[in-house]
């Protein structure tokens, strides 16, 4: 299976994963997205080692500039991706009621307006090509309430109900699009926590998921699906 991608938030955790899963498959081209370009780095050089063309883009994608040149850029070396997949964001836990304005403005930032940014600049060429791929990483708080992350479950809300417009809007150009909603899964977001190791799933589980849903034919999408610790939430 070779495969051009795009993915964000790759520096680390699931996105990181997820460019190893990537990078395991024969002629894989990637392009990896993230702020911290060391860490990028990094993991472009894994996903080399293992044979995948792997590019590191330093790129803030939640400056609307930014995506832009980082798209374009791409766009102008005729490179029109075979998937999009929409990692970025950040968990946020903080009691609403001492949220500031800034601090919500920042989480829809991190989690939703990045991947809105993206899809906006990418999606139109997959369209006029005929096919494509389009992930969104949601969370079971795109689903549920939680009392300590407002805004983090106003984010992931809004990125359901983002992703599920783009696959009404992509339907008939012969795009799929899917929502990955995981819940506590192993990455630096738990990496304070004293929670068990036992009790979150393996970032590659997420990886493994996307990888396998990408890999039905054309004919067939999953629109959502929810993984959740075989313990269940947190």
């Given at each position: ?223 959502e699906i929810v993984l959740r610790p075989v313990g269940g939430d947190l």
């Open positions: 299976m070779s495969v051009s991608a795009v993915i964000t938030g790759a520096s680390q955790g699931i996105g990181e994963a997820i460019a190893m899963a990537f990078a395991s498959q024969p002629g894989s081209r990637l392009f990896l997205l993230a702020r911290n370009e060391r860490a990028l780095k990094a993991v472009a050089g894994r996903c080399l080692a293992l044979g995948a063309h792997a590019e590191a883009i330093a790129c803030d994608l939640t400056d609307e500039v930014a995506v832009a040149q980082a798209t374009g850029d791409l766009a102008d070396r005729g490179e029109t991706p075979d998937l999009l997949i929409n990692n970025a964001g950040r968990f946020v836990e903080q009691e609403l009621f001492s949220t500031t304005a800034a601090e919500f403005r920042d989480a829809l930032d991190a989690n939703l307006t990045s991947a809105f940014l993206m899809t906006r600049a990418l999606a139109p060429a997959m369209m006029e090509r005929g096919h494509g791929t389009i992930f969104f990483m949601g969370s079971v708080a795109s689903r549920e309430g939680y009392p300590l992350c407002g805004s983090y479950c106003a984010a992931k809300h809004g990125l359901l109900g983002l992703a599920r417009s783009v696959r009404l809007a992509t339907q008939n150009a012969g795009l799929r699009v899917t929502t990955i909603m995981p819940g506590a899964t192993e990455s630096p977001s738990w990496s304070t926590s004293e929670v068990s190791k036992a009790r979150l799933m393996p970032a590659e589980d997420i990886a493994q998921s996307v990888l396998s849903i990408y890999q039905l034919s054309s004919r067939s999408v999953v629109e």
